[in-house]
């Protein structure tokens, strides 16, 4: 027997007496839980319960590697007020009820992404079998979207895998491989991806028979009596308040959900979800969290060129020149990602082991944390060779080139690669102050040469500028850009102008920093003004970890380039000549040891000969200085067409600098404050500190016709 006249984005089957419910939603790359399919779920489930020949069903998925990615957040973004958006949690609560108490035992079978919604479905079924397969990943990312799970996941997740294991989920949105969703409880039991649909099945049938007793989940102390639930909730919250520094109300939510629904039961916690859900969903740290989510997914769409945008060349074979920090980093991400053949050539043999013995490196991390199989890796690290030639080269699609920062080296080694490559090779250097078109002067096909700068540590950060020079053309800017996107990075097209975007940002920021310093402001002062304001870390430790000699060296080359706007505060210099490079020395504004983090470095102040004055008692101030010095950056930035639109400066912002994702990036910043707002502060600050905060000419012009840089109906 088979399928239901009118049904779209579910099949059904019935195999004796089991009914298999396969969800795959038409002309959509992914499963989302709309409101067609929640109401085609539950004309099913009527369907299967009065369907005397079903006995039990199993609910499994279409897609590849795909049960469930979510709800749908279009859906989401139209609620305007907190009453709409808890009507709508009640109405995912009412369709997971009807699982949750079906008479006939609801298997759910998962292979690869079960998030959101789409876990809350799984947990609503009586039985999880889930496949033992890197692709397959548990999540409760609600809290990235500053929202908490509303379908009952706050109420079924503790009573699923236990008080301690549902706070672990709900308050970090962290993904659970499949051997952990094991081992807490979180499925009950894996398989091979070809036999999941057959074992679930099964399983199905077992279960029509005999109900499993459940065990009860985590530990009896901790997770299942008051008291001990009293001190992990403590502890939660605690730890919650100090990660989020207080600017996210979700995961405290989460977490006052998930107490409210163990102390006073489901039909009160199911209650007290939706209506703490509806207060999340129409706060303005939600709204600012899904646009960027929705920034990064336009930006997987966008070939980087105005349409009509040429087709990108395949890459199947990818050069790196300099096996060094970079080179290594971006060889293994390629292999890993991409899987491409990557050839890594260096001047000296000695630093080509070493490159492939960092690339190596990495490749085990990922193995080790499981991410990927024995077998993969080992696929990945056979697609990485290197040399002191250029053997190979002549068949690479694309070169990454990663030498020493230095003009006249990188046009040498353009000239010798292309001598040895096809004429439609892309070559792509990852240069962060040299600009792309100086390097295309040596080229004989300039059109074929773009900037790809990636961050450091490549295969962390996310970020990929895509640089494009005077004559670079758009077929190379697709091929980079879609490459960029293969090694799984997030791409924003930029301008061949100094700093490109991120530090073109950036520096105007280090350098109020250095104003403040020299100002005999303390340096844990200045720091913990901008990790309040919401920045990862502040800007001294940014400057230990990128390098003090590095810093310094790419903000010489913005001064220049802009001359006093961005002149460099006096005195870093000399802490350069002082033999202080940051963490990679263990000597910075801090001190390391063992390689950790130890206080201050109080010998820094008379290097620069200041006297620290005594802690202000007021953060604002400084907060305030940097901010808007990179915030009236970020304006100029898009006067000089650096990006192609606001919404690539926040990404790029977010992304490439830990900008705080609540506040939307600087420019969603700026428009949450009003240009006329902002521009009064930037010419308060002027007055006080200095011409270097005059409001850019875009910021004075929209405060005029009380403009804004996203149109204000979204
Ligand atoms: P690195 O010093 O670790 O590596 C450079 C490598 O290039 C060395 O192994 C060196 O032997 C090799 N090399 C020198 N001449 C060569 C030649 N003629 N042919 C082949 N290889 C040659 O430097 P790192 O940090 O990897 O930087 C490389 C590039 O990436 C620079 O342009 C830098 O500005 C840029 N970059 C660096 C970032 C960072 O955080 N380190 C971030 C973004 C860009």
């Known amino acids: 027997m088979s399928d239901e006249a009118g049904s779209r984005a579910l099949t059904t089957t019935v195999e004796d007496g089991v009914a298999v419910v396969t969800l795959d939603l038409p002309g959509e790359s992914v499963n989302k839980l709309s409101r067609a399919v929640r109401e085609e779920f539950e004309a099913t489930f009527d369907a299967l319960e009065r369907d005397g020949a079903v006995r039990a069903v199993v609910v499994i998925s279409g897609k590849e590697d795909m049960f469930v990615a979510g709800a749908d957040i279009e859906e989401f973004v139209a609620l305007r007020t907190a009453e709409e958006a808890t009507a709508l949690s009640r109405q995912g609560q009412a369709m997971l009820d009807r699982v949750a108490a079906s008479p006939k035992p609801?298997?759910?079978a998962i292979h690869g992404t079960c998030l959101g919604g789409g876990l809350e479905l799984a947990l609503a079924c009586q039985y999880r079998i889930a496949t033992d397969h890197p692709k397959t990943v548990l999540a409760s990312p609600e809290?990235?979207?500053?929202?908490?799970?509303?379908?009952?996941?706050?109420?079924?997740?503790?009573?699923?895998?236990?008080?301690?294991?549902?706070?672990?989920?709900?308050?970090?949105?962290?993904?659970?491989?499949?051997?952990?969703?094991?081992?807490?409880?979180?499925?009950?039991?894996?398989?091979?991806?070809?036999?999941?649909?057959?074992?679930?099945?099964?399983?199905?049938?077992?279960?029509?028979?005999?109900?499993?007793?459940?065990?009860?989940?985590?530990s009896w102390f901790l997770d299942r009596t008051a008291l001990g639930q009293a001190v992990v909730l403590r502890k939660a919250r605690a730890m919650t308040l100090h990660q989020t520094g207080g600017h996210y109300p979700a995961p405290l939510a989460a977490l006052d959900t998930i107490r409210v629904s163990l102390a006073q039961g489901l039909e009160h916690g199911l209650r007290y979800e939706a209506e703490q859900f509806g207060k999340l969903a129409v706060t303005s740290v939600s709204r600012r969290l899904v646009e960027v989510f929705f920034a990064t997914t336009a930006l997987k769409k966008d070939p980087g060129v105005t349409p009509p945008a040429p087709a990108p060349r395949p890459?199947?074979?990818?050069?790196?020149?300099?096996?060094?920090?970079?080179?290594?980093?971006?060889?293994?991400?390629?292999?890993?990602?991409a899987g491409v053949g990557v050839r890594l050539k260096d001047a000296e043999l000695p630093r080509v082991g070493a490159g492939l013995k960092a690339a190596a490196g990495i490749v085990g991390e990922r193995v080790r944390r499981r991410s990927l199989t024995r077998r993969e890796g080992a696929r990945a690290q056979l697609l990485i060779s290197g040399g002191t030639d250029f053997a190979g080269f002549h068949r690479a699609d694309l070169i990454i080139e990663a030498v020493f920062e230095?003009?006249?080296?990188?046009?040498?080694?353009?000239?010798?690669?292309?001598?040895?490559?096809?004429?439609?090779?892309v070559f792509a250097s990852n240069t962060s102050t040299i600009p792309i078109s100086r390097i295309a002067e040596?080229?004989?096909?300039p059109e074929t040469v773009i900037g790809m700068h990636f961050f450091s540590p490549v295969h962390r950060m996310p970020l990929l500028e895509v640089v494009v020079g005077e004559r670079t053309a758009?077929?190379?800017?697709?091929?980079?850009?879609?490459?960029?996107?293969?090694?799984?990075?997030?791409?924003?097209?930029?301008?061949?102008?100094?700093?490109?975007?991120?530090?073109?940002?950036?520096?105007?920021?280090?350098?109020?920093?250095?104003?403040?310093?020299?100002?005999?402001?303390?340096?844990?002062?200045?720091?913990?003004?901008?990790?309040?304001?919401?920045?990862?870390?502040?800007?001294?430790?940014?400057?230990?970890?990128?390098?003090?000699d590095?810093?310094?060296?790419?903000?010489?080359?913005?001064?220049?380039?802009?001359?006093?706007?961005?002149?460099?505060?006096?005195?870093?210099?000399?802490?350069?000549?002082?033999?202080?490079?940051?963490?990679?020395?263990?000597?910075?504004?801090?001190?390391?040891k063992a390689g950790k983090r130890a206080g201050v470095d109080p010998s820094v102040y008379p290097v620069l000969g200041v006297t620290p004055r005594p802690a202000p008692p007021d953060a604002h101030p400084l907060a305030e200085r940097l901010a808007f010095a990179m915030l009236n950056e970020a304006a100029r930035a898009l006067e000089d067409r650096v990006v192609r639109q606001p919404r690539d400066g926040d990404v790029g912002a977010i992304f490439g600098i830990g900008f705080p994702p609540w506040r939307g990036g600087p420019f969603r910043a700026l428009d949450a404050l009003g240009a006329p707002v902002a521009v009064a502060t930037l010419e308060r600050l002027a007055n006080t500190h200095g011409d270097r905060f005059q409001p850019a000419p875009s910021l004075v012009e929209l405060a005029a016709r009380g403009g804004s840089f996203y149109p204000s109906d979204r």
């Open 442 to 445: 040596a080229s004989c096909r």
């Open 315 to 337: 890459v199947e074979r990818l050069g790196i020149l300099g096996a060094g920090f970079m080179g290594s980093g971006i060889a293994a991400t390629a292999a890993l990602t």
């Open 550 to 592: 590095v810093g310094t060296k790419a903000g010489g080359v913005m001064q220049e380039a802009f001359g006093d706007r961005l002149r460099q505060a006096i005195g870093l210099h000399a802490l350069v000549a002082d033999g202080r490079l940051g963490r990679k020395n263990g000597r910075g504004f801090y001190r390391y």
């Open 106 to 108: 609801v298997v759910a």
């Open 143 to 218: 809290v990235q979207l500053g929202i908490i799970p509303g379908a009952g996941g706050c109420n079924r997740l503790p009573r699923t895998v236990g008080l301690r294991g549902a706070l672990d989920m709900a308050l970090t949105g962290k993904n659970i491989r499949a051997a952990k969703a094991l081992k807490m409880g979180l499925v009950d039991e894996l398989v091979a991806p070809a036999i999941l649909r057959s074992v679930a099945v099964a399983a199905a049938r077992r279960l029509a028979e005999r109900r499993p007793r459940r065990r009860q989940p985590g």
């Open 406 to 425: 230095d003009l006249a080296l990188k046009q040498q080694v353009l000239r010798e690669v292309e001598a040895v490559t096809g004429a439609g090779c």
């Open 474 to 548: 758009p077929q190379t800017v697709v091929t980079a850009v879609a490459f960029g996107r293969r090694m799984g990075k997030t791409v924003i097209v930029v301008r061949d102008l100094p700093g490109f975007f991120v530090n073109r940002i950036l520096a105007p920021y280090i350098n109020e920093a250095g104003h403040l310093l020299a100002e005999g402001v303390p340096i844990e002062s200045v720091d913990r003004a901008m990790t309040r304001w919401g920045f990862p870390v502040g800007p001294f430790t940014l400057l230990d970890e990128v390098g003090l």
